[in-house]
């Protein structure tokens, strides 16, 4: 049995991390500060579904602290997987501090334990398709330029590449980061697109659609995402320095009014949109090249929209009681 770290354990992609190491027979440290970003009875829920297993312990900390952190140097973790954020591009135009402790502190402090940790195989770690900026070529490839983020959240997430690389080169540590393209899915955020759209059109609210409606995006379904973390866990990177970075992806660029289309269908309810310009710091597309994943770590996704979307809306409905 490994003893696998998770931060942002109560978040989505965490929890669902969580719940697959578990289920496969590894022990899992859970990190979160739960904090207000967004309804914490969510998180708490996702919570209630690891804390009944012996296997899962909860720790309630924020990454940014140091002190709390490094008090786990003394245990034996074989790896951690870093997806503790704090997320969204928009509030990151009102918030910039918040995002430049929790992602670049935040990420400092992680590494540092990982330093100090004995026998740590692996340190994976969340970056985000917004490291692309406004890159026009597609698909976006991990080859790619990236210094020129549209948005300071965007800043961040590069910056924990260069941390990431940095600690590989200095000290050896085996260093993978993951750029995620729009996860969405059960238990995912209610900041994101799936989430927003589901509750305006059951409410018979207008939907914002920005850039005129001319918006595109790779989404990836939870399972997916979830199936590429622990494949990478699973393969330290290697390498003079040991480090790596992957794409992520459904491999499939969806215009957003088709993803709102499949919302409409699993609602069976119509959608009032209204056309709005872009806003300040989004990018009109994303689209994952995902060639190193596929090759590297046999990723492929297998989850459609047409199929991701009424699971969602089925989750979504139980839940909230629709």
Known sequence: MSTILVTGAAGFIGSNVSRALLARGDAVIGVDNLNDYYDVTLKDARLARLTSDKAFTFLKANIADKDAMLKLSDRPIDGIIHLAAQAGVRHSLTDPYTYVTSNVMGQTVMLELARKLKGLKHFVYASSSSVYGGNTKMPFAVTDPVEQPNSLYAATKRATELFGFAYAHLYGIPSTGLRFFTVYGPWGRPDMAAFIFARQIIAGEPIKVFNRGEMWRDFTYIDDIVNGVVRVLDRPATGTPPFKLYNLGNHKSEKLTDFIGEIERALQRKARLQLEPMQPG???????????????????????ISAGIPKFIDWYKDYYGV
């Open 282 to 304: 989004d990018v009109p597309a994303t689209y994952a090249d995902i060639t190193e994943s596929q090759r590297d770590l046999g990723f492929e996704p297998a989850t459609p």
